[in-house]
């Protein structure tokens, strides 16, 4: 069984009006909300094979946050390509991922993230917002992920970290 787990970055700051968008960095919240799903990731024993992450400035330093305390660093790429993708485009990328792979996480951006869980789940998020941590599983193959029929077993949000 395969685990795909989408991460939207945390949320960035605006405070820096010259920064290019590529370049923002997180927020003082942001980190803070980093950090608490660190924090759920390892309370509830969540691992990865593969990170596959946007390089931009803020979905790096979600990366650095969220998984640099982990006990075992899970192997990571960054992928250009990532960086404001289509949900087509995010969905070609999980297809080429090896079978070997059980648990794949992407950090990325959205319109692309929202639109894609609701179209692998068939299901209607009202919210995707930053640092929200969604795990669709269902599915036996990557190359099987578009089926429509997956199911969205969880999404967190900051505002249940808070609760966690």
């Given amino acids: 069984m395969k685990n795909l787990f989408l991460l939207r970055h945390a ?3 605006w405070d820096n009006a010259a920064l290019a968008d590529f370049d923002r960095p997180l927020s003082k919240r942001g980190i803070s909300n980093a950090i608490l799903l660190s924090k759920h990731i390892q309370k509830h024993n969540i691992t990865f094979d593969l990170v596959l992450s946007s390089p931009s400035e803020r979905t790096q330093s979600t990366l650095d946050l969220v998984l640099g305390s ?26 080429e991922q090896d079978d070997a792979i059980n648990n794949l996480l992407i950090i990325g951006h959205n319109p692309g993230l929202h639109i894609l869980t609701e179209q692998l789940t068939n299901q209607s998020i009202v919210k995707f917002p930053t640092c929200a941590f ?20 969880s999404l967190i949000t900051p505002k249940e970290l808070n609760h966690d």
């Avoid at 075992?72 to 297809?95: D, G, N, V, W």
């Avoid at 969604?134 to 077993?153: P, V």
Wanted: proline fraction near 4%.
């Fill in 134 to 153: 969604a795990k669709i599983a269902n599915f036996n193959h990557w190359k099987d992920i578009d089926t429509g029929i997956l199911n969205l077993e």
């Fill in 11 to 13: 949320k960035s700051s």
């Fill in 70 to 95: 982990l006990d075992h660093f899970p192997t990571t790429t960054l992928k250009e390509s990532i960086y404001h993708a289509s949900p087509f485009s995010l969905t070609q990328l999980i297809k």
